[in-house]
């Protein structure tokens, strides 16, 4: 990639005063720490301001201030390659993104229903179709399916899994038996992907068959790419960008080398593969993922002889592993951003999934028509109203996405080359596996400790929601989603109201003014509702009151919360009573610090803080609350 071993890369020049602006940047930032630490500001180093860098899972470091001297060379133009800007330069006509819709979900009713929606979505915004054949639906519904629809305008993929031979067959009869404005329009995807359906446990036809296929429609008119290369595979098994771009390519290089030992061209075997890759709601991450591949991709095909013929398809879902199935509201946010980042990082299309994707059946209560238009709206006010396919690559020219992008190619290619020393993607699986189950479980303790925060689930919790159904709730096993652990305790506390009549209760014993509790009040009833479990607060208490004694015996384990200041005064006194009205189990929320010399009956059991593992403790709450 891009070569960063010396400073502003570009060679466009600093302002005379560059040195002297940096340096009064970091004094200020000094300032800053000085004011929070309660220091002099002469014994805060000038270097601490590396305090505010973050890591992503790539181990790539983001610092807070990106300036001039990082610049780097400016990429060539959308269209040109590797590609980075963009795999082309598109007019006024069709500018943005495609906005890609599936049809034929779990559910969705016949042929002739599923026909209907998928007119009224073409109708209304949706420019590239995606039928879904694996649940009910066969090749033998096509005729029905696309009846009304314009082979030539609006792109269609079809996923059958195993039966795609049959699927392909149908499909391009009906292109055939069309009369076609324009037969060199046609762009059929038929996302035969047998080397990622180890990672997905779909049924997949054989990569022998796809071959086979791929060389008859590499002669078609028009655009027939026979080979999909999931990346959103590895992404729902919990790989990071680079992983999820470096597993891809891969599959695309095995898929390389089979296409062109069965007899293609180099230049036929790359207008054969199409990639599909996750989008998040990690906005700069996202948006550096898609120029990275891109230009990986490029890089793949330069090597093989046919650069020109590097800029394949590179579509958009938004991410499942980010859809939570609590408040899943919040996931319109998500998805909004995810879409938002895919369209500026140059994606082919963008599906955006509908907001109750998680739940089986969807939000109950809410029609499949309303989620899939919200879906389809998300992309269309992107595009429409926001105009952000008007400017191409919007994000060109950033400091820190240019390096970002960087970061990430160069990792990505680090894993490519790794699959590649174990013989390939083919023979690589467990190592594969390995890598991302470490990534998975980087990501999982970090939710789990709430370092990192996924709103409505691990953050601002809604404990007074609606119950979800059990029949809603089922575990896929292929998608690592980021909310599973706290939702598999939201519904030991939702089958705990359905036996009990009540939610798990644990109560709260406030002490010192609300000035002084709050903010510990405040943690603790977020913390325990991440759970389901409900905190009861009684407001102000005092050992040895009728009102201490009360709140205590409300619940069989009590969290005594207040100022560090209270705790010194009071807090040894508090255990002691909230034992003798009769709590089971006294928890602190703070340090246990605060409570080294306590002992005996005046020692807390143990103490709720920001760095416990909360998926641990609630779920040990939840065994002793009998849920």
């Not at 089979?258 to 990690?282: K, M, N, P, V, W």
């Not at 991450?285 to 891109?294: E, L």
């Not at 020109?308 to 859809?323: D, E, I, L, Q, R």
């Not at 470490?438 to 119950?467: G, M, V």
Request: glycine share 8%; hydrophobic share 45%; with cysteine.
């Amino acid at each position: 990639m891009t070569d960063r071993t010396a400073p502003n890369a570009s060679g466009t020049p600093l302002p005379p005063d560059f040195e002297e602006q940096q340096a009064s940047w970091h004094k200020a930032v000094a300032g800053v720490f000085a004011r929070v630490r309660k220091q002099d500001v002469a014994d805060v180093p000038l270097d601490v301001w590396k305090k505010l860098n973050t890591t992503t899972y790539d181990g790539v470091e983001v610092r807070p201030l990106y300036t001039r001297a990082d610049d780097l060379a400016e990429a060539p133009a959308p269209g040109q390659f590797p590609f980075t800007r963009g795999a082309r330069l598109r007019g006024a006509d069709d500018a943005g993104w495609g906005v890609r819709e599936t049809f034929g979900r779990t559910g969705s009713g016949s042929a002739a229903e599923v026909s209907k929606a998928l007119l009224d979505a073409l109708t209304n915004g949706t420019s590239a179709v995606r039928l879904d054949l694996r649940n009910g639906l066969s090749a033998a519904d096509l005729p029905a399916l696309l009846k009304g629809v314009y082979l030539d305008l609006a792109p269609i993929a079809v996923e059958a899994g195993d039966d795609v031979a049959e699927a392909a067959e149908a499909l391009l009869a009906l292109v055939d038996a069309a009369d076609l404005k324009d037969p060199e329009a046609v762009d059929i995807e038929l996302s035969a992907a047998p080397l990622t359906s180890q990672y997905t446990g779909a049924a997949e036809v054989s990569l022998e068959k796809a071959v086979e296929m791929a060389v008859a429609n590499a002669k078609r008119s028009g655009s027939v790419r026979t080979l999909l290369v999931d990346g959103v595979a590895f992404a729902n098994m919990g790989a990071t960008d680079a992983q999820e771009i470096g597993y891809a390519l891969a599959v695309g290089v095995a898929y390389l080398r089979a296409l062109t030992g069965a007899g293609l061209s180099t230049e036929e075997a790359l207008d054969q593969i199409s990639f599909r890759y996750s989008a998040t709601d990690d906005q700069f991450n996202t948006i550096a993922k898609f120029r990275a591949a891109r230009t990986l991709w490029a890089r793949v095909a330069e090597v093989a002889g046919a650069p020109g013929h590097g800029s394949a398809p590179n579509h958009a879902v938004t991410a499942p592993v980010m859809f939570s199935q609590r408040d899943p509201w919040v996931n319109m946010l998500r998805v909004t951003v995810a879409a938002f980042a895919a369209g500026v990082g140059g994606a082919t299309t963008v599906e955006v999934l509908p907001f109750d994707n998680a739940i089986h059946g969807g939000q109950p209560g809410v029609s499949r028509t309303f989620a899939a238009r919200i879906a389809r709206n998300t992309n269309l006010l992107l595009l429409e109203e926001s105009h952000l396919g008007f400017v191409a690559d919007p994000a060109g020219g950033s400091y820190f996405v240019e390096e970002l992008t960087d970061e990430i190619a160069d990792r990505a290619w680090k894993i490519f080359t790794d699959v590649e020393s174990y013989g390939g993607i083919e023979t690589a699986y467990d190592h594969v596996r390995e890598n991302i189950d470490a990534a998975y479980e980087q990501r999982r303790a970090d939710i789990a400790h709430r370092r990192t925060k996924i709103t409505a689930i691990n953050e601002f919790p809604n404990l007074a929601e609606a119950p979800l159904p059990a029949e809603a709730r089922p575990v896929n096993e292929r998608v690592r989603r980021w909310a599973a652990d706290f939702e598999a305790l939201r519904n030991r506390s939702d089958d705990f109201l359905a036996e009990q009549g009540r939610r798990p209760q644990i109560a709260m014993l406030p002490l010192g003014p609300l000035a002084k509790h709050n903010i510990r009040t405040g943690f603790t009833a977020n913390l325990l509702a991440s759970g389901g479990i409900e905190a009861l607060n009684p407001g102000q208490v005092v050992p040895g009151e009728a009102s201490f004694d009360e709140a205590a015996k409300s619940a069989p384990i009590v969290v005594l919360c207040g100022a560090d200041g209270e705790y010194a005064a009071s807090g040894a006194d508090a255990v002691k009573a909230a034992r003798a009205a009769g709590a089971s189990e006294v928890l602190v929320a703070g340090p246990e610090k605060i409570f080294a010399d306590a002992e005996g009956d005046a020692r807390p059991d143990g103490y709720l803080t920001m760095n416990i593992d909360a998926v641990a403790e609630l779920s040990r709450l939840l065994d002793s609350l009998g849920a």
